[in-house]
């Protein structure tokens, strides 16, 4: 489960945090709070200092809503990577795209990864990592189109389909020219699930991770966190973490965020109570 993305690498074990930054009017979570361009620049900086291993862009509403042409969300994205790339050298930029052509000027411009969270809608994705070097997420959309809600979809076994798709997506995408240590997989909770299905993948995340492929997990707020505990999205983030936790004791190894240093802090924590890192100050029973 090592993997690289940019200049860093990431052993087996180790815990990253994907901070979100939406350039985007209408976000399910922030409503539009970064999408004038230096908030979104001012945001990516906080939350480098925060704790984020990686700064994912996304200029395109996941679900249905105004159209937004692949130029418009180039302008939208494009400084925002510049800005990171200029001022955080090590950063690892990750771009949230379906489209080959965005793709290929982001990373142009700085972008180490490909976000494709709609399940390979555009194979000109796969080419475009291939050429460049870029890393790329393989997702699980179920068939469906990008913004797109699902409607009273239904698996025989959830699980078994998510496994299915990602890894034939990842070996199509090694096939082609991929970095094999430039893949992540990705569920995709929510997309093209119902709670039931979500929570299955939450429970069963071991599964994915005994592929060997780096799992990414996108939990923040989600709408099977507030189904579950019946609450806003405003009030989501206690959930979260529960499921970021029980997450990264599956082996999932990225965290996609919008509450960033909270998630840094639940996920070091579980690393010293595995071990994995010592405590930070120890002074108790001690002095």
């Not at 480098?48 to 994912?56: L, T």
């Not at 599964?207 to 019946?230: I, Q, R, Y």
């Not at 919008?258 to 639940?266: D, F, L, M």
Request: hydrophobic share 45%; net charge negative.
């Amino acid at each position: 489960m090592h993997f690289r993305l940019g200049s860093r690498s990431f052993a087996d074990g180790d815990l990253a945090v994907m901070a979100i930054i939406n350039r985007t009017p209408d976000s399910f979570y922030d409503r539009g709070e970064t999408f004038a361009l230096q908030p979104a620049i001012d945001k990516a900086r906080r939350v480098i200092d925060e704790g984020a291993d990686i700064v994912d862009i996304g200029g395109v509403k996941a679900g249905p809503g105004t159209e937004v042409t692949a130029s418009e969300e180039i302008d939208r994205v494009g400084p925002v990577v510049q800005a990171v790339r200029s001022h955080h050298r090590e950063a690892v930029i990750s771009v949230d795209t379906y489209r080959a052509e965005v793709a290929e000027e982001v990373v142009r411009l700085g972008c180490d990864l490909i976000n494709d969270s709609w399940g390979g809608a555009d194979p000109g994705l796969v080419d475009v990592a291939a050429r460049t070097g870029a890393a790329l997420v393989c997702s699980h959309v179920g068939g469906l189109a990008p913004r797109t809600d699902p409607h009273r979809v239904a698996y025989d076994d959830v699980v078994a389909d998510v496994v299915r798709t990602v890894t034939d997506l990842a070996e199509r995408a090694v096939a082609a020219g991929v970095r094999r240590d430039g893949i992540l997989i990705d569920p995709c909770h929510d997309f093209a699930k119902n709670t039931y299905h979500s929570l299955s993948v939450t429970r069963r995340l071991d599964e994915l991770a005994a592929t060997g492929w780096p799992v990414l997990v996108a939990l923040s707020n989600k709408d099977f966190v507030g189904e579950s505990l019946d609450l806003p999205t405003a009030e989501r983030l206690p959930g979260t973490l529960a499921a970021t936790v029980f997450s990264a004791m599956q082996g999932a190894q990225v965290f996609r965020a919008h509450n960033v240093a909270q998630t840094r802090q639940a996920l070091d924590m579980l690393a010293v109570i595995r071990g994995d890192l010592p405590p930070k100050k120890t002074l108790r029973a001690l002095v």
